[in-house]
């Protein structure tokens, strides 16, 4: 039998295994993160090194620089994250690793050491959609949360709302037509002169302004489940630039605030909407963009008056761990789904 059909034959097998161990890699950006995940909602260990503090002097991520520092981190988090666990490289049952979307060098550090990894264990590789593990963060953090629910996905790459109705079926309600709110968030902080990732740098600086502008977001998509943040992005811009221009102070606390209150009154009236539309009495939030504090305080106020159940992972879930990607290759083996070849390749544009 060769490799790959003694590899369908194991993936096959752990349909029904009662314990199952899954080795993660998450590589996509700048984060370097390896877990140990049991059964899709257990976490034996969940090791991540941030490069934030290396690409904060660029003002972004360099991708180039990006890929060194995983190929530095990447064996030494794994060692980490076995000793963590408390379990040895033959306790493992399969090895998932994100192989989209994502900057291309950056994955590829991943993928290998994944290919390597599951090879020389001849356990199932899994190949995993970034996205999808950011939705799967929740059921890490919410052990009782299962389909189907709506799903207001929040990233630096994607914002969209879905309809899931079961762990692997999706359906796309409504997604941005140009930036993601997570995009909009940075290039708002970077005019505002202020420190790489600027949207936990926003939510900081929101608390201390007021909403003294109103920016517009987009009306013809009102009366859809879309989004356009492109509109909102541009006049915080223009304002900046003319203020700076005329010689006036920048204040910068209300802008941020007021910012942060047009972006997220957006995102949360739509989400209930689609709660609403869809007839689902179940929210639940994923993506860096979910961490934001007013955003949760709106959602949790809507949704209570509303009557739906909220649903967002804990901060350390929220943003790019590896974590979220072993518990969304548990849902997707459950369901023979991801087995993937030693010809994995990244897929940097891989989409919803
Ligand atoms: O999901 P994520 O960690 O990576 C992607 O898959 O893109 O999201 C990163 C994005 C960045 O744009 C970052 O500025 C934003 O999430 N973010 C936040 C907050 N924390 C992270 N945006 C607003 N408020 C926050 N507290
Ligand atoms: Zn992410």
Request: proline share 3%; hydrophobic share 40%; aromatic share 8%.
């Amino acid at each position: 039998m060769n490799y790959f059909s003694r590899m369908q034959e194991k993936f096959a097998s752990l349909k029904d295994k009662k314990e199952v161990i899954i080795l993660s890699i998450e590589s996509s950006c700048d984060e370097t993160s390896v877990a140990v995940v049991k059964n899709g909602r257990e976490v034996l260990s969940n090791i991540i090194a941030s490069q934030i503090e290396i690409h904060r002097r660029f003002g972004g991520v360099v991708p180039e620089v990006a890929s060194r520092n995983h190929i530095t981190a990447i064996s030494s988090i794994f060692e980490e994250a076995l000793s963590e666990a408390g379990i040895k490289k033959e306790d493992i049952d399969a090895v998932a690793v994100t192989y989209g979307a994502g900057l291309i060098g950056a994955l590829f550090v991943g993928i290998n050491f994944a290919k390597a990894l599951a090879y020389s264990l001849e356990v199932s590789l899994i190949a995993v959609n970034h996205v999808y593990g950011h939705i799967s963060a929740n059921y890490i953090s919410h052990p009782g949360l299962i389909p189907p629910f709506v799903c207001l996905m929040v990233s630096g790459g994607h914002t969209a709302l879905l309809r899931v109705d079961d762990y692997n079926k999706m359906k796309m309600l409504g997604t941005t037509v140009d930036d993601a709110a997570g995009e909009a968030f940075d290039k708002v902080a970077r005019v505002l002169g202020l420190p790489y990732p600027g949207g936990p740098e926003i939510d900081r600086l929101a608390k201390e302004g007021e909403v003294k502008y109103i920016f517009t977001i987009s009306k013809a998509l009102k009366n859809t489940l879309n989004f356009s943040f492109s509109g909102v992005k541009t006049e915080v811009v223009n304002l900046v630039h003319n203020k700076t221009q005329r010689g006036e102070e920048v204040d910068k606390a209300d802008i941020a605030c007021s910012f942060q209150e047009a972006v997220t009154d957006e995102l949360a009236t739509k989400a209930i909407k689609a709660c609403k539309r869809e007839e689902l009495k179940k929210l639940v939030v994923a993506g860096g963009v979910g961490a934001n504090s007013r955003l949760k305080e709106k959602l949790e106020f809507l949704c209570k008056e509303n009557n739906i159940e909220f649903y967002s992972p804990v901060l350390k879930y929220c943003t790019d761990n590896a974590a979220m990607i072993g518990s969304c290759a548990y849902f997707m083996l459950k369901d023979g789904l991801g087995l993937a070849p030693l010809s994995l390749t990244a897929k940097p544009n891989l989409d919803l």
